[in-house]
């Protein structure tokens, strides 16, 4: 007994020691390994595999997105439970928002971070994580009390090995809840006292991971590069390529990314990856116009393809880089036969699309019009998909100039596209057809009416003679169309055989099987099968009266011809040609205007909104060969000069000639002749001597002189800084030398050429002033009147009392009205609000 006694009490002891809480220097470096991963540790992985798994269960690919991750929440590259935490931490971090690539950063709660001693440490070791915490913070709480638990820390040297795995975790916790600063701060710990352990090169991975979050892109890639200078097992090489190739991309070095792509498709043996790998070098290689090697990437990722919805988006891919060349009858039958086997025959619109855009690569328009209507009428598996397939119809219709056609599918597209950043670029697209429509169809019916009131008596009899027979054979087919569907289903016609749904039946709907079971609105199922056979009988009509006889809901036809001003309302007059002879109007002039001023506007929009210079061009041509009035002709000429001198000068060319022969005196012909230039330097010493020169020589009234060296010093440095300045004073000794005409000119050119600067703002309120009706009282040196008859009808300009000190910027006229000076050169009072040239010091 007394021995029994003895031994409980040793225990005690023995039990009480264990429990008193020792330092890290002090802890068994024997026992932590093993109770580290059983208690605390096993429950971090736990919390961060959980977290996993939840998004695992959420995860779907976009393949409307650029470029799609390459890690996803299975078969990843590493083989141990922690590389597999690592490779499902990539994945989270895109899921959550944290890859910039696709949805952009997203700010994470801020964490406890470290106490004195050892780094990533809470301030109170045995806190727990907070309640309603996340599974992250869970983990992330869990492991940090593993760390303060059971570190063993002898000569500044971890010797539990298990801590390793619990930093580790620390530090993805911490990533994926975008933390990159405190994960980092947990990886230095590993760096600094577990320097010999063999895991290092996964801990610089995430730490080149976190730089990467963080857009420090240079310090991820050097960290990356070193780590492929080293030798490295196996799984973390795999790991690395994947990385390392996702940060080059993020940081847009898609060259560098394609390379690393490729390493990481040959180290990487798990088709999943190796597929995934194969689509996202693809969609870079189609980024960087590579088709033909990006076609091969995509059918190396169907290939390896274990996904239903990856196959099917791999060959959609693989259609989209077909580049017309090859064959494509083969390629086309592929794509039918397999549209039509087992599970595929579900996805038939997809592979109508991808046929469609196949179809265009092969310059055949129709047949792919015909493959995305198709692909319109089967089952929709794909919302963004389907309102791809409005786009491309939509798109067909706009290259044959049927803006209504495409406006209407392209709002189609709208309606049902889920893609944020593809519906953003066609709204845009559809609001610029919608004011090319009104200008576009404005322009038809205007040249229409204009055309006819050229013709002659004869002419106009004759043509809508021929209109009229067309119109009553369309009227005798439609009634012939009418009558024959009454036939055919008893509708009206006094047919009660049994083919007649009115046949031994009282009610006015047709019951089908269900007139009993109450009222025939409240099934849902019955009033479905009855719009449908309406439909069938009748097809779309408005809610009118006598809707029996009129016609269907309007068509894409009657919006054009409502836009043509072609009224579809049939008129008691409409087989007379008087009926359309006397609607002619007499005066064709203000049509001819608004014609010539929607053209105008048409050729400029194709321009800004869809950058088609050659369709611009062709417009704006096709006005001037019109001859409109001078004020339109002037702009159509400046528009075809300004948009291909650069690039097309042969377009530009009989522009800058009519503009020159016909218009010498514009500022159009002035701006032909020196174009714009919107690159400047910093102004040379040279260019500022010559300014203080012209400057002085034109104080000294010796005006051509003045204007020799500036226009020398316009030829010599076309790209100088001080140019609108060499130009304003141009037009001042102008203006002196040659009168208010010319300066008037000049001005103009300068406020065309360079309308933002301080010297074009300067010269459009000299304008205002030099074009306006105000008179003056001219007055000499001393201030006297100055009799009518002496004065010289040279303009002469004002020099300020508060002229900038500074040489050589563009801000040297002051925009506040200077005083009235006391020097001012016999002549005209010019107003304190005008521009001078500024007086060099």
């Known amino acids: 007994m007394k021995k029994k006694i003895l031994f409980l009490l040793t225990a005690c002891i023995v039990v009480s020691c264990g429990m ?209 200078d080293e030798k490295i097992s196996k799984d973390y090489k795999k790991l690395l390529t994947i990385y390392h190739s996702e940060s080059l991309l993020d940081a847009g070095r898609k060259e560098e990314a394609v390379k690393e792509l490729d390493l990481a498709y040959e180290v990487n043996t798990n088709r999943k990856l190796k597929s995934r790998i194969a689509y996202l070098r693809g969609q870079v290689l189609e980024n960087l116009g590579q088709n033909e090697k990006a076609r091969e990437s995509f059918l190396a990722a169907y290939k390896y393809a274990n996904d239903f919805e990856f196959e099917v988006k791999s060959q959609i891919a693989i259609a989209k880089t077909f580049n017309g060349k090859g064959d494509y009858s083969g390629a086309r039958k592929y794509l039918e036969d397999i549209s039509k086997k087992g599970t595929y025959g579900s996805r038939k619109n997809e592979f109508y699309y991808a046929l469609g855009l196949m179809a265009n690569k092969a310059g055949k328009t129709d047949e792919a019009q015909q493959f995305f209507r198709k692909s319109l009428k089967e089952k929709v598996s794909d919302q963004q998909l389907r309102g791809l397939t409005y786009y491309e119809i939509g798109k067909g219709y706009l290259d044959k100039n049927d803006y209504i056609g495409a406006g209407i599918y392209y709002d189609s597209a709208l309606a049902v596209m889920t893609y944020p950043p593809s519906k953003i670029l066609l709204q845009d697209q559809a609001s610029y057809i919608k004011k090319i429509s009104k200008n576009y169809y404005l322009i038809k019916k205007n040249d229409s009416i204009i055309a006819l009131a050229k013709m002659s008596p004869e002419q106009k009899t004759d043509f809508f003679t021929k209109y009229i027979a067309k119109i009553k054979a369309k009227e005798e087919k439609e009634e012939l169309e009418r009558r024959r569907a009454e036939r055919s289903k008893g509708f009206d016609t006094g047919d009660y055989s049994s083919t007649s749904i009115f046949a031994n039946s009282s009610n006015s709907f047709e019951d089908f099987g269900v007139a009993t079971k109450g009222f025939y609105f409240a099934n849902t199922g019955t009033v479905s099968k009855g719009t449908s056979a309406f439909r069938q009988t009748w097809g779309d009509r408005a809610l009118s009266d006598n809707w029996r006889y009129s016609k269907k809901m309007a068509t894409l036809e009657d919006m054009k011809n409502e836009a043509l001003g072609t009224t579809s309302i049939p008129n008691p007059r409409r087989f007379e040609t008087a009926y359309y002879i006397e609607q002619i109007p007499s005066d064709i002039s203000q049509l001819k205007k608004d014609r010539d001023t929607a053209s105008l506007g048409l050729g400029v929009m194709y321009q800004n909104y869809f ?167 001219p007055t000499d040196n001393k201030g006297n009147s100055v009799p009518q008859n002496k004065i010289n009808n040279n303009v002469v300009p004002q020099q300020p009392n508060n002229a900038p000190q500074q040489m050589g910027t563009l801000n040297e006229s002051s925009n506040k009205p200077p005083k009235k000076p006391n020097n001012n050169p016999p002549g005209m009072q010019v107003p304190n609000t005008n521009p001078v040239p500024a007086k060099p010091q």
């Not at 001042?732 to 008037?744: D, H, T």
């Open 20 to 228: 008193k809480v020792k330092k890290p220097e002090q802890r068994s470096k024997f026992l932590k390994g093993f109770s580290t991963y059983y208690n605390t540790l096993f429950n971090a992985k736990d919390a961060l595999n959980t977290e996993f798994q939840t998004r695992d269960k959420a995860h779907k690919d976009n393949f409307y997105a650029p470029y799609i991750p390459i890690l996803t929440y299975e078969d990843q590259p590493l083989g141990s439970d922690l590389g597999q935490s690592a490779a499902f931490a990539e994945n989270s971090m895109k899921m959550g928002g944290i890859n910039g690539r696709e949805e952009g950063n997203k700010t994470a709660p801020n964490q406890p971070q470290g106490m004195s001693g050892i780094p990533g440490n809470p301030q109170d070791p045995n806190q727990a994580a907070p309640k309603g915490a996340s599974a992250l913070e869970i983990s992330e709480a869990k492991a940090l009390k593993a760390i303060n638990k059971y570190s063993v820390i002898k000569n500044g040297e971890e010797k539990n090995k298990a801590i390793f795995d619990a930093y580790m975790i620390l530090a993805q916790s911490r990533l994926y809840q975008n933390k990159p600063l405190e994960a980092l701060d947990a990886l230095n710990y590993v760096f600094s006292n577990m320097k010999g352990d063999k895991r290092l090169p996964l801990a610089y991975i995430y730490q080149g991971a976190a730089y990467s979050q963080m857009k420090n892109y240079n310090k991820a890639h050097e960290i990356f590069a070193r780590l492929k």
């Open 611 to 777: 950058t088609n210079t050659p369709l611009a061009t062709k417009t704006l041509y096709d006005l001037v060969d019109v001859k409109p009035e001078e004020k339109v002709m002037l702009q159509a000429l400046y528009e075809i000069f300004a948009m291909n001198y650069e690039k097309n000068p042969q377009a530009a060319e009989r522009a800058k000639q009519i503009l020159l022969t016909d218009y010498p005196y514009t500022s159009y012909a002035e701006f032909v002749r020196n174009p714009k230039s919107n690159t400047f330097v910093k102004s040379s010493e040279d260019v500022e001597n010559k300014y203080k020169e012209a400057y002085a020589l034109y104080e000294a009234e010796k005006f051509a002189e003045s204007k020799a060296i500036l226009d020398q010093a316009i030829q010599q440095y076309p790209k100088d800084a001080l140019i609108p300045k060499l130009y304003l004073l141009n037009a001042f000794n102008s203006g002196k030398a040659n009168g208010k005409e010319v300066m008037i000119l000049q001005l103009e050119q300068i406020a065309l050429n360079y309308t933002k600067t301080p010297e074009g703002i300067k010269a459009k309120e000299m304008l205002n002033y030099l074009k306006s009706d105000i008179k003056f009282q």
